[in-house]
């Protein structure tokens, strides 16, 4: 893969991964009008005020569903105190990352202990990698605590740039900049 054709985010939880993430490519699809985007996004679920789990929401029709929920019924994976929707999860995010002819960008947030407990997510991960046309935008844990994240990471071609309260803006702005340039 050319360098320079996938960028991951990275840095501590609820520095703004996500958020820079949805950022760019809004962004994006502001100035390139006829974007094709495949991927998904996470998002926490407050009630009252408390967090009680994360839902994946598709950037393709905005489709979303529970990732983990401390309220989830039955035997599940637990990541602390949620349990993780595998089925869920997959029946979301294994489809958007199945390449549609007139794609142009991949969006992964992210590549995280939650979304690994899927044994079919990281492979769709890892062949979108090997693609030589694939744009990738993702976000991974700062602390690359799985094979599967190192992976990610020291793949050729991958840009991983860490985030934190002082380069926001900076990091979002170069982002969207080389993403611009890569999609003409």
């Known amino acids: 893969m050319a360098a320079g054709r996938s960028f991951f985010v990275t840095g501590s939880p609820g ?7 949805v950022k ?21 679920v407050r009630k009252e ?11 393709n029709g905005g489709r979303k ?9 039955g035997r599940l994976p637990m990541v602390g105190r949620y349990k993780v929707n595998v ?3 997959e029946a979301l ?30 492979p769709a991960v890892e062949a979108l990698l090997q693609r030589r046309n694939a744009v990738i935008l993702g976000s991974v844990p700062i602390k690359h605590s799985s094979k599967e994240v190192e992976k990610v990471v020291s793949f050729p071609g991958v840009a991983v740039l860490t985030l934190d309260k ?8 170069k982002i969207y900049k080389d993403l611009s340039v890569l999609l003409g």
Request: glycine fraction near 6%; proline fraction near 7%; aromatic fraction near 10%.
């Open 24 to 44: 760019v490519v809004e962004k994006l699809r502001a100035t390139h009008p006829n974007l094709k985007v495949q991927g998904f996004y996470t998002k926490e």
């Open 65 to 73: 569903e529970m990732l983990a929920s401390i309220n989830s019924p």
């Open 15 to 21: 520095i703004g991964k996500t958020t820079l993430i």
């Open 87 to 89: 089925p869920g999860f």
């Open 49 to 59: 005020g408390e967090r009680v789990g994360f839902e994946v929401i598709a950037f």
């Open 166 to 173: 002082n380069n926001r803006d900076e990091v979002a702005d």
């Open 93 to 122: 995010a294994l489809p958007e990352l199945e390449p549609l002819e007139d794609t142009q960008l991949f969006v992964i947030d992210e590549v995280g202990k939650m979304e690994l407990f899927s044994p079919k997510f990281f």
